[in-house]
């Protein structure tokens, strides 16, 4: 177990000193990740005086949000917001907990998943609730994965979802506000996202972790940041695998005390 958490440890300092790291990633959807899980990833992120940014479970889901606040995350995310509706009632919940923990100086910033042809074709009503509720969000992430499979495309880095996010950033753009691009990202998205420069991309994101745009960004330090993310990524794996292994371990001197009493 020492010599995993030194590895990740080095993983979060490597991605720390040479990329533009933003902040580390978690999430209670696809990830499923676990409280305690949250907990440890919150502590190493404090610890190198990283921002953590938590993906709730969906637009409803309230107690995720209120674990994020607890836990500390800097970001909050919440995906799949398709309708206004979603945007409004998630930003509900968020704005009571804000007023609920603001005497400890917790202020975590919202974003909003864009990641479907639905919420594609709800975007103008989104945003226009955005504006007229005055949803504090900090930036929307564009979800390519879903949008893709939304799209029935197989290849995240298709023209057909090239062209959806350039058209739901030019709209962003129009409103101030600022877009992250996620998933599938790999050393094979660079052009895709070279596309969207143009579009004032804000960052781009790994599974576990976003790094901040800019114009200048080469090939290879892209591939290089990416190759870190996952690597980041890889050493968190790891490091649960066996923390899993000893847990599952650690009442087997138990176990044989019991049934050597139950045969006796």
């Not at 938590?54 to 409803?60: A, E, F, I, V």
């Not at 504006?131 to 880095?157: A, H, W, Y």
């Not at 599974?207 to 940041?225: H, I, M, V």
Request: charged fraction near 25%.
């Amino acid at each position: 177990m020492k010599a995993r958490k030194e590895a990740l440890q080095d993983s979060l300092e490597k991605l720390k000193n040479n990329c533009h790291l933003i902040a580390i990633k978690a999430e209670f959807e696809a990830e499923g990740t676990r409280i305690d899980e949250l907990a440890i990833l919150s502590k190493l992120c404090c610890d190198y005086m990283v921002p953590l940014t938590l993906k709730t479970g969906g637009p409803c889901a309230q107690r995720d949000l209120y674990e994020a606040f607890q836990l500390g995350a800097s970001n909050i995310l919440i995906p799949m917001v398709e309708s206004s509706y979603a945007a409004e009632k998630c930003s509900e919940a968020f704005k009571r907990l804000c007023l609920v923990f603001e005497g400890i100086g917790n202020s975590p910033s919202l974003m909003f998943n864009i990641e479907t042809k639905t919420s594609y074709t709800n975007i103008d009503k989104i945003i226009s609730v955005i504006k007229e509720k005055d949803i504090p969000i900090s930036c929307i992430v564009i979800g390519r994965t879903d949008l893709s499979n939304s799209l029935e495309v197989q290849d995240v880095n298709d023209t057909k979802v090239l062209e959806l996010t350039q058209a739901i950033m030019e709209k962003a753009n129009d409103n101030g506000i600022k877009v992250n691009l996620g998933g599938g990202m790999n050393s094979c998205s660079f052009n895709f996202i070279k596309e969207l420069s143009q579009h004032k991309l804000n960052a781009y994101e790994s599974r576990k972790c976003t790094f901040e745009y800019t114009s200048s960004l080469s090939e290879d330090d892209y591939k290089k940041t990416i190759k870190l993310g996952l690597q980041f990524e890889l050493a968190w794996l790891m490091y649960k695998k066996d923390l899993y292994k000893v847990r599952s371990c650690q009442d087997d001197i138990r176990i044989k005390t019991l049934y050597e009493r139950i045969n006796v």
